[in-house]
């Protein structure tokens, strides 16, 4: 007779250390669009003929996409499990985190080439003299002084926090948002040095740079379009910097093998963004398992950890041969 324990935690009241991290990580994301925004009123007023500056200023703009892309997906992952949804709408954040890499790759590869197109046209940039407050000076002292600025933000204040916060939640659009503004600083020192060289006379620094500043937008767009396509094709759940599986699978192994009516486990887990749906096979030593061993093994296992959403347990002899087994064998 086949038998099965189904457990379905919704888990939309989070552990209050979830709930600190979750609240901080909207009042972060709402601080990072105001301070982006700023920075790119700021860039657009000096930038000038400077392809590397028209470059650093779109990637300004591509930055707001994730915290855009975390903010909606949070509204979808509160709705309830429905029949229409019966893994309810966790997986909006993974559709955010796909949005916002291809975004990146498409626009990125686009000022790439337009750059590319520049540089070998021998196209030279000119770089004027401004008025301020009563003094004539070159304008590239104030791109250079603009760009130094707006990278405070992203390198010293927001981008740390986030990659703090990204694990306790296991979010992998906020880990996308931290790991892009940690890199901020180079396609900022691109930008300087891109200016630079066009006042010393070197006219290829600027398409250089923009250059440069493309590739690592091109760069974040695969890397972040890769980890999502992986994730909603179904790929065994990883940890939130996709380095290496999950552990949360070795240790539902390992909980169901204590119990002595088991003699071996397996299992699949799978990333529904932010939370974990969890199937464990079971090898029982007597073919005529109840239900009520198996309701309380499933119960265990929600309690293992709060991203675990829905836990299923099936006896199954022998076991599937895509379960992870303990050791990490398949």
Not at 211 to 220: H, M, N, T
């Amino acid at each position: 007779m086949s038998r099965a324990a189904f457990v379905q935690g919704e888990r939309e009241h989070l552990p209050e250390e979830q709930q600190r991290a979750l609240k901080r990580a909207v009042r972060w994301q709402f601080f990072t669009i105001g301070y982006t925004g700023v920075t790119i009123v700021l860039i657009a007023l000096v930038m000038g003929e400077s392809q590397a500056m028209k470059t650093a200023w779109v990637e300004d703009m591509l930055s707001l996409i994730p915290q855009i892309a975390f903010l909606i997906a949070l509204l979808y992952r509160r709705r309830p499990t429905t029949r229409m949804h019966p893994y309810g709408r966790h997986r909006a954040m993974g559709v955010g985190h796909l949005v916002a890499g291809v975004a990146l790759f498409a626009v990125g590869a686009n000022l790439a080439v337009d750059s590319a197109i520049g540089l070998f046209a021998a196209e030279h940039p000119t770089i004027g003299s401004v008025q301020l407050f009563g003094h004539t000076f070159w304008s590239g002292w104030l791109m250079v002084g603009v760009m130094a600025v707006t990278v405070i933000g992203p390198v010293f204040l927001y981008g740390p926090v986030k990659a703090k916060l990204a694990p306790v939640l296991h979010n992998k659009v906020l880990y996308a948002d931290a790991d892009m503004a940690k890199a901020d600083w180079q396609s900022t020192a691109a930008s300087i040095i891109g200016v630079l060289g066009v006042g010393f006379g070197l006219w290829w620094f600027d398409g250089a740079a923009a250059i440069v500043i493309s590739a690592g937008i091109v760069w974040d767009g695969v890397r972040n379009t890769r980890s999502a396509l992986a994730d909603l094709m179904d790929r065994s759940a990883r940890t939130v910097d996709d380095s290496e599986p999950h552990p949360l699978g070795v240790r539902v192994i390992e909980e169901l093998e204590q119990e002595d009516w088991v003699a071996e486990a397996g299992v699949r887990v799978r990333d529904e963004g932010q939370v974990l749906h969890i199937e464990a096979f079971v090898r029982p030593h007597d073919a005529d398992v109840s239900l009520e061993r198996l309701g309380a093994a499933a119960e265990r296992i929600a309690a293992l950890d709060w991203k675990v959403h829905d836990v299923v347990v099936v006896p199954s002899d022998p076991l599937p041969d895509y379960a992870e087994r303990r050791g990490g064998s398949r």
